[in-house]
């Protein structure tokens, strides 16, 4: 049974399923389908979250208040995420119309690879330093009052974060969906500087200008 969204199964155990389905094809064909090794690499860090957490849940001698919240807040985030990533996957002109339909995913409308401009302004970003090796982001518009709205028009479907610790040449890459993303450090990076900068994306994931690069120390 579909959602509002139209694809996106209501039942845990099914959603569980399905979001399963499209990862193993991706995988599969992610050298055919030329697809992003980030955020796939994403896709699975997530999808096995929930998955523990869903097993816990339906554990009758494990199951509380505390592993429900827990699931419910890990299908949350999986599910933004793949709001997101499953507009990519519809976009992608090396993906057969075949196999956006064996995943599960919504037949493509005639337009679905027609062209979505790339945001044109890079937001501000903003960083929140804990103390238990944790470094909070926030993306905001240069006006700071209204980023919801800014995010509402069809253009724009989140934030992509690049960071990279003192020392380390790669900058690793994650997509949010939503205005604020938590990194969390290991205790060997505390002290270390790690350097930070954002770009909105379009629904195909294509990025706009990045912020000015932004340098917190890991507590």
């Known amino acids: 049974m579909a959602n509002s969204n139209g694809y996106m199964p209501r039942q845990d155990a099914e959603f569980i399923s399905w979001s399963k389905t499209i990862y193993r094809d991706c ?4 050298a055919v389908w030329n697809l992003d090794m980030t955020l796939l690499g994403q896709f699975g860090e997530l999808l096995e979250d929930a998955e523990a957490k869903y097993q816990d849940n339906v554990d009758k001698e494990l199951k509380n208040r505390a592993t429900t919240k827990a699931k419910d807040g890990a299908f949350a ?4 995420f793949l709001k997101a990533y499953v507009n990519l996957l519809e976009g992608n002109t090396e993906i057969p119309d075949e196999s956006i339909v064996s995943m599960g995913l919504r037949p493509r409308h005639p337009h679905a690879h027609e ?24 993306a905001s518009t240069l ?7 800014f995010l ?9 974060l690049k960071y990279r610790i003192d020392g380390e040449a790669q900058w690793e890459s994650l997509i949010s969906t939503k205005l ?8 060997e990076d505390e002290g270390k500087h790690v ?25």
């Open 152 to 160: 509402t028009d069809g253009k724009y479907a989140g934030f992509m």
């Open 77 to 80: 985030t999986l599910k933004r």
């Open 195 to 219: 350097f930070l900068k954002a770009a909105w994306v379009n629904p195909r994931m294509q990025n706009g200008p990045w912020s000015e690069e932004v340098k917190e120390l890991v507590n």
């Open 27 to 30: 995988t599969e064909n992610a």
């Open 180 to 187: 604020h993303y938590t990194l969390i450090f290991t205790d």
């Open 115 to 138: 062209p979505i401009p790339a945001p044109t302004e890079a937001p501000v970003l903003t960083a929140i330093v804990g103390q238990h090796h944790d470094i909070t982001l926030y």
């Open 143 to 149: 006006q700071h009052g209204r980023p919801t709205k």
